[in-house]
């Protein structure tokens, strides 16, 4: 299948390492220019230059805070500008279970609560509403927010809060552009393999998954190739659960 990537141009923030870097080299891998972001430079800049190697695509690093909205707009500009136009936003920027460790009530600290929603949430939102009238202008856009399978469990209120609100947003802004050629989408990895898995966490963390391991990086990014493609024009404003199956629930 042509999934008709190449020469589009995408933004995909949080792409050092991790999962956002692995779907950058996959959406490069077919053909797209991307600008990847991150608050580090060291990490950014040698993953722009590791990615660019490897396909041979334009992979531009930009430096930025997704919790700060000046750092977005500038970023969503200078991708606009060094790409020539964006097409498709992955928006991946936050930390894998978040800020707050909190599993009890009265472990639960406003201020990291607060920054938890601030970056996976309103993070989310800056990007699109930066990006979403340059998308409108040419009528075609793909925006893909990575949620996480926290959404379906408890055990980590505001892990499972910032995944609601990836959700809400996603299905408000599908409805919303939708019907300006711009579908919204959201995928929900459950534990995921990435450079800072180790072993042990892998194994105890695969034990509970349908598959009998925890998906990889790549495997998730997979999901998101097509979902950034017009192939995938079906689906708008749905969340799609990428963790290899959980066992013993039926999710509707
Ligand atoms: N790994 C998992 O098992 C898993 C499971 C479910 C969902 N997820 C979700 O998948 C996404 C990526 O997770 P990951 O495991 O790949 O994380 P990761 O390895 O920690 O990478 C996170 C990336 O985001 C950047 N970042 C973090 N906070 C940022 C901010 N405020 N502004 C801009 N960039 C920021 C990091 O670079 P800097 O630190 O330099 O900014 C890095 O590039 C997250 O949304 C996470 O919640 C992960």
Redo the contacts with the bound molecule.
């Keep these: 299948m042509d999934l008709e990537l190449a020469g589009k141009r995408a933004i995909v923030?949080?792409?050092?390492?991790?999962?956002?870097?692995v779907i950058a080299r996959a959406l490069a891998a077919e053909g797209v220019d991307v600008a990847i972001?991150?608050?580090?430079e060291g990490?950014?800049r040698d993953a722009a230059a590791e990615l660019s190697n490897a396909t041979g695509r334009k992979i531009v690093p930009i430096v930025?805070?997704?919790?700060k909205e000046a750092d977005v707009n500038r970023l969503v500009e200078t991708a606009i500008r060094e790409l020539g136009g964006v097409d498709i936003l992955v928006n991946?920027?936050?930390?894998?279970?978040?800020i707050s460790p909190a599993t009890k009530l009265e472990q639960i600290v406003d201020e990291q609560v607060l920054e938890d929603i601030n970056?996976?949430v309103v993070?989310y939102l800056r990007t699109a509403r930066a990006l979403a009238p340059h998308l409108i202008s040419k009528g075609w856009g793909r925006i893909i927010n990575?949620?996480?399978?926290?959404i379906h469990r408890t055990g980590r209120p505001v892990a499972t809060l910032r995944n609601v609100g990836v959700a809400a947003i996603t299905k408000n802004l599908a409805d919303e552009l939708g019907p300006k050629g711009i579908n919204v989408t959201a995928v929900?990895?459950?534990?995921?393999r990435?450079e800072?898995?180790t072993e042990q966490a892998a194994k105890e963390l695969g034990a509970s998954v349908s598959i009998g391991r925890?998906v990889d990086?790549q495997e998730v990014a997979w999901v998101v190739t097509f979902l950034a493609s017009p192939k995938s024009v079906s689906i708008n404003g749905d969340a799609i659960p990428i963790g290899g199956g959980s066992p013993g629930t039926i999710h509707y």
């Design positions: 923030t949080g792409g050092s390492r991790g999962i956002g870097k972001s991150a608050r580090t990490p950014l930025a805070n997704t919790g991946n920027a936050a930390l894998p279970g978040g970056i996976k993070g990575i949620g996480g399978l926290a929900h990895p459950g534990a995921t990435t800072r898995t925890i990086a």
